[in-house]
């Protein structure tokens, strides 16, 4: 057994003397109990002290080169699309650079299959992270792709998703180099600019020609990882709504004394407390939601607030903006007619401003009737791991993807991972990242073989609308 095979089956071991702890607590043996808690922490220490030199991996290595190319958004990315098609070179693979916007470069590495006719499989990420400087208090700097003898990366873009680019490319490696060949193309797409919207980058891409001449069949995005030993799947985003409130009113001298409703500040007052008490309702709502489904509320935060000139001028205006992420069953029209209204109640000269507003994004199908999902379950099954589908509370491109009637999953194989995207201190567990590759390896294959008489022709029928009502 190699080192890093006995450290998994140490894990592995741990695991199941966990699960195993409930059934033994049941049947009062807690002596037992202590037992096995006491071998696991023997492994654990074990495993601590069994260091392995993962810089000495050549998956680690092209992993660590991407960590270290700065891909902050509006950045330059030309460094990360030399990156790229150095490692499309190395595997003699084509690549493509498609520049919709000028400074966006989308870039795809192709992977042809047996069956050029079926429609494809498109395994998404993005280049690009969000900002990071090392005096927000970094241990390492955050470009550095430090390698920790506790077996972890650090840096910006290890969870936030330069880990699943590389799984992917490491996953499609491996399967070349021992000659499978897969029924489907599967094409690895890298975007420029998830991080603020996507305007550049999925929107364009969906709508070009490009996009259609790859003819993808289902699409697979980015998750997130849980402290948890299953992997979540998104099947559902939640989509952004941001609004700004402007109030006016009469302005005047400190010194004098309008009623409150006449004044700017008053009339946001009225807006901020009907909102925060529609806040409160949803709150409600969140608290007893199932930890599956952040889609059955609707979350909405007051995160700007500007008025004022000088300490002694009652102000002429105000303005406030909220970030509102749409419950999965919200009908827009009625929401923004709800707002509308709320915004009509308080006595005039108050506007709304959508700063943002996305169309709310169908849910890809899970269940039997879904033969994509059915393909990666009994992946998963046969991996011994665990999926488990699940709407998360933010939202990713797999939103746009859906929306062009395409079914998406979402989905980072970082179990038992605590979530550090975009916080200080982003690392990953290189363990974990090399796992990764193995249940991809696992995952692509069956869901690239599915045949036509499988899936049929038609993407759309595997989404569905869930805010019809
Ligand atoms: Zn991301």
């Not at 407390?273 to 949803?282: G, H, I, P, W």
């Not at 749409?326 to 700063?355: H, M, P, R």
Request: aromatic residues 10%; glycine residues 6%; charged residues 15%.
């Amino acid at each position: 057994m190699s080192s890093t095979n006995c450290k998994r089956f140490l894990v592995a071991k741990c695991v199941v003397l966990i699960k195993h702890r409930y059934i033994i607590c049941q049947s009062n043996k807690v002596n037992k109990m202590k037992y096995h808690i006491g071998v696991c922490m023997f492994l654990a220490a074990l495993h601590a002290t069994s260091a392995v030199d993962y810089s000495t991996y050549p998956e680690v290595t092209r992993f660590r080169e991407y960590v270290q190319i700065n891909t902050t958004t509006g950045g330059d990315l030309e460094p990360a699309v030399i990156f790229w098609k150095k490692l499309a070179a190395a595997q003699n693979v084509s690549i493509s650079v498609v520049e919709l916007v000028e400074g966006c470069p989308i870039v795809i590495l192709s992977w042809p299959g047996n069956d050029p006719t079926l429609s494809s499989v498109m395994l998404n990420s993005h280049m690009d992270v969000v900002p990071a400087v090392e005096s927000d208090g970094w241990t390492y700097p955050p470009f550095s792709g430090q390698i920790t003898s506790d077996g972890n990366i650090w840096g910006r873009g290890t969870q936030d998703m330069k880990s699943v680019a590389i799984q992917y490319y490491e996953a499609m490696s491996r399967l070349k180099a021992k000659g499978v060949t897969l029924e489907r193309n599967v094409y690895m797409t890298l975007m420029p600019d998830e991080e603020v919207g996507a305007e550049c980058g999925m929107i364009p891409f969906l709508q070009s020609k490009e996009f259609a001449s790859l003819n993808v069949g289902v699409e697979f995005d980015e998750g997130t990882p849980y402290p948890v030993p299953f992997i979540p799947l998104f099947y559902q985003d939640k989509v952004v709504w941001q609004i700004q409130v402007d109030c006016y009113g009469v302005a005047a001298h400190g010194s004098t004394f309008p009623p409150t409703n006449a004044t700017a500040t008053g009339k946001c007052q009225n807006v901020i407390n009907t909102l925060l008490k529609f806040r409160d309702e949803q709150y409600e709502i969140y608290t007893t939601a199932p930890e599956t489904d952040a889609g059955v509320y609707t979350s909405i935060n007051l995160n700007k607030i500007n008025a004022g000139t000088a300490n002694n001028v009652i102000p002429s205006h105000m303005s406030a903006v909220f970030d509102i992420r749409l419950g999965t069953k919200v009908n827009e029209t009625s929401f923004a007619k709800q707002l509308s209204d709320w915004i009509e109640t308080s006595d005039g000269n108050v506007t709304i401003t959508y700063l943002l507003k996305n169309q709310q994004s169908p849910a890809t199908l899970i269940g039997d009737s879904n033969p994509y999902w059915v393909a990666i379950a009994q992946a998963a099954q046969d991996l011994g791991i665990t999926v488990v589908p699940l709407v998360p509370p933010g939202s990713t491109d797999a939103r746009f993807v859906r929306l062009a009637r395409i079914p998406a999953f979402g989905f980072s194989p970082m179990p038992m991972t605590e979530l550090l995207l975009h916080a200080v201190n982003e690392h990953l567990s290189l363990e974990t990242f090399l796992n990764g590759i193995d249940i991809y390896e696992g995952i692509i294959p069956a869901v690239a073989n599915l045949s036509l008489s499988d899936v049929g022709a038609e993407p759309s029928v595997y989404v569905y609308d869930t805010n019809s009502s």
